[in-house]
C-alpha cells in the first residue's frame, strides 16, 4: 500500500523529474491564467489532447478572457463548441463566465472550495484550477491519475464507486507535495497520459517498477477496476429536412434533451428503425408536406453514438416549390445556407448536409 515517507519523497523526485524530461509543452501548460486553465480542462474532459488543442486556440482568440466570453451569445459560444459534443458543458462554462464577470468582477475563485461551487466545475476541474493557477496542495485526479495511483498502490476500488473519489483523494492528499503541487497535478496526469497507459503500458522503461503492485504481481490489465459502462438507450431519429428553394427548415432544441440549444430539423422519435414510408407515424405536418412535396429518403442509415445513448438517424428530404405556403411547426423557420453555416448544429447535421448537399 502507502509506501512511507522516505519512499514518498524520493517517488515525487522521481515523478518531478520524469515529469521535467518527458512533458510535452502543451499550451495550457504555459500559463498560470484560471481562465485558460479552466477552459483547457473542461475541452479536455471531452476529448484528447490531438483534437482539444485547435479547440483551446479558437476559443482564446474569439473569447481572450473571461470577460469576452461572458460577452458571447451562447449560441456563438456553442457554434465555437461544435464537434466536441457534450453540449452542456459549453452552456455551463457560459453560465460560468457570465456569473464570474457580474458576480466576482471578473476574478476567478482562488480555492478549490469556491472554485467546485461553480456551475461545471466537479471536484476534478476546480482541483486543477487551484493548483495550476493558484498553487494549492489539492489532488487533481482524473482517469490518468486513477489508473497511476491504482496500478502503483494495488487498490481494487471500483474507480467508479461511489467511494472511490474519497478513497483516492484521501490517498492522494498524502502524496502531492506543499512544494510545487502543480507541477505534481501535471506530473500525475501525464505519467498516466504517456507511460502508465490503459493498455500494454512499457514497463521496461517505467521509473516505478521497484515499487508498483501492478508490475510485481502482473495485474497491468486487471487495474483500474472499472464497472461495466452504464447500458446504452436505443433511440430512433427520423428527421424531416424541408426544403424550400435554398433554404431549410430548422428550429432550435429547447426541451431538456440532448443537444439542448443547438439546431436541428423536424424530428419525429421513433420506438423502432423506420425505412419504409408507409412505417412513418401519423403527423400533421408530415401528412401536409407529403402531399406538397416529395419525399425523398436518404438512403443512408446514420449511426451516433452518445455517452448513454445510441442513435439511429433517418433523413428524409422534402422539397416543396418556391412558392407554396407552408405551415412550419411552432419555433421552425427558414434559414438559407448562409445562415445555416453559423447556427450551433449537432454535428450529424452537419455531416448529412454536406453529405447530401455539398454544402
Ligand atoms: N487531461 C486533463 N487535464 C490535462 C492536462 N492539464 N494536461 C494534459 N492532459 C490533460
Redesign the pocket.
Known sequence: MLPDHLQLLEFNAKLKSWYLENH?P?L??QTTDPYK?WL??II??QTR?TQGTPYYEKFLITYPTVFDLAAADERDVLRLWQGLGYYSRARNMHYTARHIVEECEGKFPETSIKLAKLKGLGAYTAA?IAS?AFNEAVP?I?G?VYRVMSRLFGIFTDILSSGAKNEFTNLAKQIIPQDDPATY??AM??FG?LQCVPASPNCSVCPFTYMCYAYEFNMQNKLPVKMKKNAVKNRYFNYFILQKGESLAMHERLKKDIWKGLYDFYLIESLADINNPDDLPEDKFLEDWKQKGQLRQVLKEYTHLLTHQRLTVRFWWITIAENEVVDLPLGMAFYSKNEIEELPKPILMDTVLKEELFL
Open positions: 510535452r502543451l495550457w501548460r486553465i483547457s480542462e479536455l474532459q489532447v486543477a495550476f487533481a482524473d490518468n497535478n501535471q496526469i501525464e497520459a
